[in-house]
């Protein structure tokens, strides 16, 4: 399909042709491990063993692709096997990282206990200033590592910029673009190198598939990277490969309500007593409001707030939640609450990378947002 469609015609067409056999206009689920071979060496579309490539995961592949702007995406088990992956093909014994000083506490957990192991280093900087990212660089730096927006403290990194300051260096930048989703961002088109994905999130968007992407340009990585991903294994599943593409056709107008919602949200949580401050990029008052909206289509559906008390008053508003499901995870279309310092940032206790302990994380889904609003009226009190 041309990549001259929109947005949401491509989310719609892009790898999903119609069945040859059948007409079917959903790709079939392939749910085989091996393929019949005309002779040997005979390959039917180029499929002989489902690890290496299957039909269903095809399709996801190339909706991924279409949807960055990339020549070549990839599809993974699930996020962190995509960033596994791609550190390996990457980076060798004593390489050094960049890596932003609020990334999300599984990638910080994958480099601080996983890949260091390997000798690989890394530094932490504050990637929404390049001077801070050119300054963290060393001789030995391969990868510039970024999250924008970031997990959980929805920090703005300026995508063009950092790219200028990785050529300047002869580095890759590589932009988890899980928050944003691609209908919002486009890191590739920015400079970005490689962009990452847990499709787990907004990509799903329905809570009920584990899975993760790499999209790519550079023709070269691209065939590194394929090699690697055969060579380690950790594919997406076609079942889970397939609920991907089911939930991607409809990411722009779900991206659109979790948009509109959120900013309900932040703005009635400014206005709240109890809530000390309140991290959503779309306010005029976050720091990287400015370089979001130049970046971004909208804010997204994350929005994180303190509140006053410390800890224990964050995790009581958490267990007051009704509407809201108290829950890890983001991204599906009912809304999630969670305490990062307790939860899914558990792993960045005791590093530069530790959140505040009065932290609440909010993954705003596409319910009534009155309802919405009513469910965190009454969890403040």
């Known amino acids: 399909m041309s990549d001259q469609h929109s947005f949401e015609t ?22 085989v491990s091996t393929y019949k071979q005309d002779g040997v060496g005979g390959l039917r579309g180029g499929y002989e063993y489902s690890r290496s490539a299957n ?53 910080f957990r994958l480099f ?46 300026d995508i063009q910029a950092l790219a200028g300051v990785a050529r300047a260096a002869g580095v890759r930048l590589v932009v988890d673009n899980t928050f944003a989703s691609p209908y919002l961002q486009q890191p590739l088109a920015l400079g970005a190198d490689v962009v990452v994905h847990s499709t787990t999130k907004y990509m799903g968007g329905h809570s009920d598939v584990v899975g993760g992407a790499l999209i790519v340009n550079d023709a070269a990585l691209g065939e590194e990277l394929t090699y690697h991903q055969n060579a380690m294994g950790a594919v997406a599943g076609p079942f889970d490969a397939w609920l991907v593409l089911r939930g991607i056709k409809t990411l722009a107008v779900r991206m659109d309500r979790h948009s509109e919602n959120a900013t309900r949200v932040a703005d009635m949580l400014t206005r709240h007593p109890r809530v000390t401050r309140v991290l959503y990029p779309g306010l005029p008052e976050h720091p990287g409001h400015e370089t979001a909206a130049k970046q971004m289509k909208a804010f997204g559906g994350m929005v994180s707030f303190r509140v006053e008390g410390g800890e224990e008053a964050a995790v ?33 206790a005791g590093s530069a990378l530790e959140v505040p302990a009065d932290l609440v994380r909010l993954s705003v889904g596409i319910e009534s947002g009155d309802d919405l609003l009513a469910d965190l009226k009454q969890m403040l009190g």
Request: glycine share 10%; aromatic share 4%; charged share 15%.
């Open 316 to 348: 009581e508003v958490c267990n007051r939640a009704r509407l809201f499901t108290l829950g890890e995870s983001l991204g599906g279309v009912e809304s999630l609450i969670e305490h990062p310092g307790r939860m899914t940032h558990a792993s960045a």
């Open 55 to 107: 039909p269903t995961r095809t399709a996801l592949e190339e909706n991924l692709a279409a949807l960055e702007g990339g020549s070549l995406g990839l599809a993974f088990a699930s996020g962190l096997a995509a960033e596994d992956c791609l550190l390996r093909t990457l980076l060798s014994p004593g390489d050094h990282v960049v890596i932003p000083n609020d990334a999300y506490g599984g990638t």
């Open 10 to 31: 491509l989310a719609i067409h892009a790898g999903n042709t119609a069945d040859p056999l059948t007409g079917a206009v959903v790709p079939p689920i392939y749910q």
């Open 112 to 157: 601080a206990k996983v890949v260091s192991r390997w000798g690989v280093d890394f530094s932490v900087a504050d990637s929404s200033d390049p001077a801070a990212v050119r300054a963290a660089l060393t001789p030995r730096t391969k990868v510039i590592w970024v999250e924008t927006p970031s997990n959980p403290l929805l920090g703005i990194s």
